[in-house]
């Protein structure tokens, strides 16, 4: 039924201003990822099992995930499984969630650097890095310009190294490459298979500082597995602590955010008694199954 009009004002009488109409209230943040009793199975083959955790979406800041946990307890099925990679993607139970959606393939909301140096052999450094721009259709000119501003970030030289190919850099470099053409699209979500397990000490000390600073300017959500605990500790704003397979989360750990570079981490006692407790955690999976790397 309408409503009676309202009666009319004086003809001197300014109407009165109408009252503003209530907001609703602001959304809350999703949980930028969402695992629910996530079971894989390969055959008769179980990688994980129940597989239950949620990770918050904080705006403009993001957190840094960092997974431990011995060889085959399935820490890459993990990442995968956000990543919506075959054959590990789809879960054979449970649920994974991204933004409060199901995960149904690959997006460009999620980046994956891996292991493994994944450059083109056939481009060089500055055409690497502007991949993904070509795939979005962005102009020459621009991903040019932008692939450069990356390759300066990430610690190359410019003049030096654009114009190289990988076969022509170090392992260091090449992840490098690897992290500006994953950053350079400003991917939500970074997803890191164990980036750095190939490096020598000093490289991997060098690479964890670089990583915090750009992880900082991207203010994505980071995946980040190792078998490094002093690694996890560093870069880490959790660690989730895998058993051996099938792998399911036995330890969750909130750490602060370091203050020092790495090789100064290294000396801190709060640092060292956080990397003993999860040391003790995993030496005592290693000695109730025997298994590990």
């Known amino acids: 039924m309408a409503e009676p009009p309202a009666p009319e004002s004086p003809a001197l009488e ?3 201003p109408e009252a503003p109409a209530p907001q609703p209230p602001a959304p809350a943040y999703a949980n930028v990822v969402d695992f629910r009793k996530v079971t894989k199975r390969f055959g008769n083959l179980t990688v994980i099992r129940d597989v239950t955790f949620s990770v918050p979406d904080l705006p403009d800041k993001g957190e840094f995930i960092a997974i431990l946990g011995p060889s085959g307890c399935g820490k ?4 995968r499984l956000i990543a919506g990679l075959r054959p590990h993607f789809p879960a ?3 649920t994974v969630l991204v933004a409060d959606r199901p995960v ?3 997006g460009s909301d999620r980046s994956m650097v891996f292991q493994d140096y994944t450059s083109f052999d056939n481009r060089t450094v500055e055409d690497n890095v502007a991949f993904g721009l070509e795939c979005r259709g962005v102009p020459a000119a621009e991903r040019r310009a932008r692939a450069r501003e990356w390759i300066a970030k990430v610690g190359l030289d410019v003049k030096r190294d654009a114009t190289k190919y990988p076969s022509e850099l170090s392992g260091g470099m090449r992840q490098r490459v690897a992290i500006a053409r994953t950053l350079i699209l400003s991917p939500r979500i970074i997803l890191m298979d164990e980036p750095f397990g190939a490096l020598d000490p000093t ?3 060098h690479m964890q500082e670089l990583l915090v600073e750009l992880w900082k300017e991207a203010q994505a959500t ?3 597995v190792t078998h490094s605990i002093e690694e996890a500790v560093y870069l880490g704003d959790r660690v989730y602590v895998f058993s051996t397979a099938p792998g399911t989360i036995i330890r969750e750990m909130t750490i602060p955010p370091p203050t020092l570079p790495p090789k100064d981490m290294l000396r801190e006692r709060a640092f060292i008694e956080r990397v003993s407790e999860i040391r003790d955690v995993m030496d005592a999976l290693a000695s109730s199954t025997r298994a590990g790397d």
């Open 92 to 94: 054979s139970e449970g």
């Open 76 to 79: 890459s099925t993990v990442l």
């Open 104 to 106: 149904v393939r690959p």
């Open 222 to 224: 980071v995946f980040f």
């Open 14 to 16: 300014s109407p009165a």
């Open 203 to 205: 490289t991997r000390l």
